[in-house]
Each structure stands twice: as structure tokens, then as C-alpha cells.
């Protein structure tokens, strides 16, 4: 089972500045099966990146995702407050299973 | 656009069986057109599947799960369900039924999620 671990657990940062979320993977996975979710509190999450860099529709630019291997980041280039929140990455693999990371939460 | 909102008892004793149903909205259930599966959250906010229903009809169950769980659609009624058994404490969670049009690696949407508790 692949483990996903996403850090910081905890990201404080001001509107308008960048961020940066990391999720590694226990082993190599195949890219084409990780993505992204945003979930603000009382509300179900949201996919935003899928296939490690492609934005979901309705998606602001100001969101990407890349990586390889073990390592993925998504990025936030420029915070606005709608985007505090917490995100997790998810991987598929073809056992099948989906696994989450344990999120990392973007605070003012 | 499609819409997905999950009902089913907010408690269940232990031991007993949790039962969920997602009704389906805005779009046609027909197993072939999407897949459908099912996710929990749990109060420490942990995200884990559950399973899901593939366009050919096969169901697949997250293997720490697949002794105690079942899935099933019912086109008729546009719905799909989830049944699991001898819940226990670490069962309580926020239930999300979801769904996706072109694969089963990630989803598009989701329910808003009904909270179970388990408790006697």
C-alpha cells in the first residue's frame, strides 16, 4: 500500500504571497493517478489538480501541481483568501485503491 | 451538472449494520455513464475509500474494508448505497458519496457528506 505524506501539516501565510504543499509518496507511483483536493471547513472537498498537473474545470490558473516519482507539490502563486483551506493529495493505483494524504491546512 | 446528496441514520449501534443511499441528480445514473464510490472522513479528517462502482458494472472495495462492506446502484431509482456491517467506533465519520465521468482515479463530484455516529 502506497503511504502519501504531505507537509507542512500547517502552511501561515498572508494573501498574495505564494504557496507551496508537498506530498511524497511511500514508493514511485505512476503520475497519471495523482491529484489534488481542496476542502474548506463544513464543506466537502474539491478536485483541483488531477493527473498531477492538470487543473480541474473552473479552476483558477493561480493553482498548479507538479512532480515525479515520490515527490508532487502543488503551488498557489498568489493566496487569496477563498484559498485558505485544507488540501490533500490522493493517489489511484490499479489494485485498485485510492489513498490520501493527510492533508496540509493553509491558514492565515 | 451533476448533483449528489447522501441520507441514511445519523447513529448506529455497534455492532450493527450502517446503511447509506446517494441520490442522484442533474445527470443519468446509468452505470455506464459514471463511476460511483463512496469515502469517509473521519473526525480527525482523514479521507479513506470505501469503494467504487466502475462503468462495467464491477465493484471494487478497499481491502481493510471488503469483508464488511457492499456496494449497489439502482438505476430505477437513481440511486446507489452503501451497507456497512458490525460497525464500531472507528466506523463513525462523515460518509461522502461521489462520482466522476471519464475514470475512477479521482472525482469531480461529491455529496456534502452526512456524519455517522456510532454509538449505543
Known amino acids: 500500500e502506497i503511504v502519501l505524506t504531505q507537509s507542512p501539516g500547517t502552511l501561515s501565510l498572508s494573501p498574495g504571497e505564494r504557496a507551496t504543499l508537498s506530498c511524497r509518496a511511500s514508493?514511485?507511483?505512476?503520475?497519471?493517478?495523482l491529484a489534488w483536493y481542496q476542502q474548506k471547513p463544513g464543506q466537502s472537498p474539491r478536485l483541483l489538480i488531477y493527473g498531477v498537473s492538470n487543473r480541474a474545470a473552473g479552476i483558477p490558473d493561480r493553482f498548479s501541481g507538479s512532480g515525479s516519482g515520490t515527490d508532487f507539490s502543488l503551488t498557489i502563486s498568489r493566496l487569496e483568501p477563498e484559498d485558505f483551506a485544507v488540501y490533500y493529495c490522493?493517489?489511484?493505483?490499479?489494485?485498485?485503491?485510492?489513498?490520501f494524504g493527510g492533508g496540509t491546512k493553509v491558514e492565515i | 451538472q451533476l448533483q449528489l446528496q447522501e441520507s441514511g441514520p445519523g447513529l448506529v449501534k455497534p455492532s450493527e449494520t450502517l446503511s447509506l443511499t446517494c441520490t442522484v441528480s442533474g445527470g443519468s445514473i446509468s452505470i455506464s455513464n459514471y463511476y460511483w464510490g463512496w469515502i469517509r472522513q473521519s473526525p480527525g479528517k482523514d479521507l479513506e475509500w470505501i469503494g467504487t462502482?466502475?462503468?462495467?458494472?464491477?465493484?471494487r472495495y478497499n481491502p481493510s474494508l471488503m469483508s464488511r462492506v457492499s456496494i449497489s446502484v439502482d438505476t430505477s431509482k437513481k440511486q446507489f448505497s452503501l451497507k456497512l456491517s458490525s460497525v464500531t467506533a472507528a466506523d463513525m465519520a462523515v460518509y461522502f458519496c461521489?462520482?466522476?465521468?471519464?475514470?475512477?482515479?479521482?472525482?469531480?463530484?461529491w455529496g456534502q457528506g452526512t456524519l455517522v455516529t456510532v454509538s449505543s
Open positions: 514508493q514511485s507511483v505512476r503520475s497519471t493517478y
Open positions: 490522493q493517489h489511484y493505483d490499479t489494485s485498485p485503491r485510492l489513498t
Open positions: 462502482i466502475y462503468k462495467s458494472g464491477d465493484i
Open positions: 461521489v462520482s466522476d465521468q471519464y475514470n475512477s482515479s479521482w472525482y469531480k463530484y
